[in-house]
């Protein structure tokens, strides 16, 4: 049973530049949660995706933005990529329905952003 | 609006003590209650979840934790570490609310050094 896998693993862009990183879920899963993680911090939520839909955000400018697939599978796009924009970006999958079980979370290893 | 305080930023310790790694939170609503573990390099694991039942919720690898209502807490601990152990620990919360993932929000982390 494959976990979460997100690609790539690392990534190098310059200021100004555009990125897309990518999530697959868990087998099972439905729900797609993206959260950034600077250095020396915990993360920090970006959004979540379900039914293809954003359904929750956190505090992230619009240059940060989502896709969920048919899939379940999920896209994080960053604009105007800043310097403040390099970190560790981890999708977490989980499953909706269900009493307890959807609240819990996993992770993929993330994709280390690196802004020059 | 919740908030998550692991109060040690790292804690050092020698091979077979005991440790405890520090976590309060504050929300005015019901809560589920996460440990994550993050080995160097890696994204995070799930080590220990609260959702309800029991206030004594126990890993496989020797970790328990203890949810405490009155003192708005979820200490980790373990009676005897190993070099294995070594990784930073992240306290999570999120909101008991039906029908949705809820966001988790994390703590700064505690570095477990142990130490031969």
């Known amino acids: 049973d494959a976990g979460v896998t997100q690609s790539p693993t690392h990534l190098i862009k310059t200021r100004g530049q555009q990125v897309t990183l990518r999530c697959s879920p868990k087998?099972?899963?439905?729900?797609v949660s993206w959260y950034q993680q600077a250095l020396g911090q915990g993360p920090q939520f970006i959004f979540q995706y379900y039914e293809e839909e954003e359904r929750q955000r956190g505090n992230f400018p619009d240059r940060f933005s989502g896709h969920q697939f048919p899939n379940y599978s999920s896209e994080l796009n960053v604009n105007a990529l800043l310097l403040g924009d390099s970190a560790l970006y981890l999708c977490a999958s989980s499953f909706r329905v269900g009493l307890g079980a959807k609240n819990i979370q996993y992770f993929g290893a993330g994709t280390r952003l690196s802004v020059l | 609006a919740q908030s998550v305080t692991q109060l040690d930023s790292q804690v050092p310790v020698f091979e077979e003590a005991p440790v405890e790694l520090r976590c309060n939170y504050s929300?005015?609503?019901?809560?589920?209650l996460f440990w994550y573990v993050q080995y160097p390099n890696q994204g995070l694991q799930l080590l220990l979840k609260y959702l309800s039942g029991s206030t004594l919720v126990e890993s496989i690898n020797g970790f328990e934790a203890e949810f405490n209502k009155s003192q708005t807490s979820f200490h980790l601990r373990k009676p005897s570490v190993h070099i294995s152990d070594t990784a930073e620990y992240f306290c999570?919360?999120?909101?008991?609310?039906?029908?949705?993932?809820?966001?988790?929000?994390f703590g700064t982390g505690t570095l477990l050094a142990v130490q031969p």
């Open positions: 999570a919360v999120s909101e008991g609310l039906r029908g949705a993932t809820n966001k988790l929000i």
């Open positions: 087998s099972g899963h439905d729900t």
């Open positions: 929300s005015s609503v019901s809560v589920y």
